[in-house]
């Protein structure tokens, strides 16, 4: 293991941390239990897949939320109920599934999200959120800053949070991760928000206080390189920092509000 492997560790300097895959598996299962969900698909492949919670109602537009995993790990399925709060809030929720490393590269997930959430403004009208936690932060904030989404898809996006965002994949070349990952130095420059324009619309970084210093530099620099918001999240660590989401937070206001 490298000294930037462990920078980049999460889990175990998580008290508990090995718990929470089957915590939040299990929470997932049960708020889809009791909330209405549409499956829609945005191609071809069993991941390429979007599940979406509607509310009672007009819905007050989109909320999409890309999971994290490094690009390698979990599925949309394992966030379920990170919808609550927003759809409590008359928000519809839509969560993208998409394919994983090493199947594809980082750079193929962008552009499979980006399909995504193109699909998703095609199927439901009115205002779009884009929220994502770790390597779902890098997606949503990659989409926010190029031209992944279509003009008009991209008009619709009020406001982006990337929580726990890696924003400068560049580090990650030298990780053993990077043996899953593929990355070359061109496509680790290409794929970092950090090297884009600041997007047009609001963004709020989000970052939890107890988290690893490497990703508190990695909101950091993203915050820095665009101008933006930086929210620094008392006492919350890599893994429940987006328990926000599940019910009235600053979190999900900073999503909705």
């Known amino acids: 293991m490298t000294d930037l492997d462990d920078d980049y560790a999460n889990m175990p300097y998580i008290p508990e941390g090995e718990a929470y895959p089957a ?24 991941r390429r897949q979007i599940d979406v919670f509607v509310p009672m109602g007009q819905a007050k ?28 809030a008359g928000w519809a929720v839509a969560l993208p599934g998409y394919d994983l490393a ?9 552009a499979l999200v980006a399909m ?3 699909e998703v403004a095609r199927r439901f009208s ?11 932060g890098h997606l949503v904030a990659r989409l926010a800053s190029s031209n992944l989404l279509p003009p008009e898809v991209l008009a619709r996006v009020e406001k982006v949070v990337p929580i726990s965002p890696v924003s400068d994949l560049e580090p990650l070349l030298r990780t053993s991760m990077n043996e899953t990952f593929g ?15 600041a997007p047009k619309m609001p963004v709020t970084v989000w ?19 665009w101008g933006c918001d930086l929210v620094v999240d008392p006492g919350k660590h890599h893994f429940d920092v987006i328990e926000g989401l599940e019910d009235e937070s ?3 206001q900073a999503v909705i509000g």
């Open 116 to 118: 995504a959430v193109a």
């Open 23 to 46: 915590r939040w598996a299990a929470q997932a299962e049960a708020f889809r239990d009791e909330a209405m969900m549409l499956e829609i698909g945005y191609d071809s492949g069993v």
């Open 102 to 110: 090493p199947d594809v590269k980082i750079s193929q997930i962008s």
């Open 126 to 136: 009115g205002p779009i959120r884009l929220v994502g936690h770790s390597a779902g």
């Open 207 to 225: 970052v939890g206080e107890n988290e690893r210093p490497a990703f508190r530099d990695q909101a950091r620099w993203l915050a820095e390189a």
């Open 61 to 88: 537009g989109v909320l999409i939320f890309v999971h994290g995993g490094y690009w390698m790990k979990f599925s949309r399925r394992d966030f379920s109920h990170l919808a609550k709060g927003a759809l409590e």
């Open 250 to 252: 600053p979190l999900l």
């Open 183 to 197: 990355l070359d130095a061109a496509e680790a420059r290409a794929e970092s928000p950090v090297h884009a324009p």
